[in-house]
């Protein structure tokens, strides 16, 4: 196992077009998590998953967003009708829930840097 | 007020000098707290988590103090390559592992 991985690693689309970018986490870890992050900011978070159920969506998470974990493995997230405001990174990161694992952070993948043009 | 709040920098620092970043909570109820580190356009990737005791890995030394709300990094003997932005990171609501970012503090390490 590689660690968490997302695709793709960039996207420039042109504002009203629809995008999905795809997460696929560590495999013995339940929960995933998806951030988005400007320049100059910190991760904000946007939504989380316990397995396939979605458990937490930010107000940051317009009506336009909706992300899946259809089968508690890999999630994806789309964007409808992208707006130039969407232009970020989204990242995807995952951990394990259970024993110690209060002390354990999360793994982030590589990261989309999102472009609307 | 922000739930988690850092000084932006940069700091700039001499390459063998100590440096020390602050970082506070406003949700006393904060259950998890950690360091990461992220270098430019990459992703954030953990440093080191933060126990109530204090501990050290190797030239970082991170505390936490509940009673003021803060948590603190310490570097000493700083490298070149420490040069990234540090990201403060409080799990704010109890099993969610939700974390709550800092905007991070920028360092820079000068030869």
């Known amino acids: 196992d590689t660690g968490v991985s997302q695709n793709p690693r960039h996207k420039i689309t042109k504002r009203g077009q629809n995008v999905t970018f795809r997460c696929d986490p560590i495999?013995?870890?339940?929960?995933l998590y998806w951030y988005r992050q400007t320049l100059g900011q910190g991760p904000e978070f946007l939504t989380y998953?316990?397995?396939?159920?979605?458990?937490?969506k930010s107000r940051l998470l317009s009506d336009r967003f909706s992300a899946e974990r259809p089968k508690g493995s890999f999630s994806t997230l789309e964007i409808q009708r992208t707006e130039q405001g969407d232009s970020a990174m989204y990242l995807c990161?995952?951990?394990?829930?259970?024993?110690?694992?209060?002390?354990?952070?999360?793994?982030f993948g590589s990261g989309t840097r999102l472009t609307v043009v | 007020r922000k739930e988690v709040e850092q000084d932006p920098g940069p700091f700039n620092v001499p390459e063998g000098a100590t440096v020390a970043f602050n970082c506070t909570y406003s949700?006393?109820?904060?259950?998890?707290f950690f360091w990461y580190r992220q270098d430019c356009r990459k992703e954030p990737k953990l440093l080191m988590s933060?126990?109530?005791s204090g501990n050290e890995d190797g030239r970082f030394t991170a505390q936490l103090n509940r009673a003021s709300q803060y948590i603190s990094l310490l570097i000493r003997d700083s490298k070149l390559s420490d040069s990234a932005t540090y990201l403060c990171?409080?799990?704010?609501?109890?099993?969610?592992?939700?974390?709550?970012f800092g905007t991070g503090t920028r360092l820079k390490v000068l030869a």
């Open positions: 933060v126990y109530s």
């Open positions: 949700n006393s109820a904060s259950q998890s």
């Open positions: 990161a995952s951990r394990r829930v259970g024993g110690q694992s209060h002390a354990y952070g999360y793994t």
């Open positions: 998953f316990q397995n396939e159920a979605q458990l937490e």
């Open positions: 990171v409080v799990n704010i609501e109890a099993g969610t592992y939700k974390y709550i």
């Open positions: 495999s013995e870890h339940n929960r």
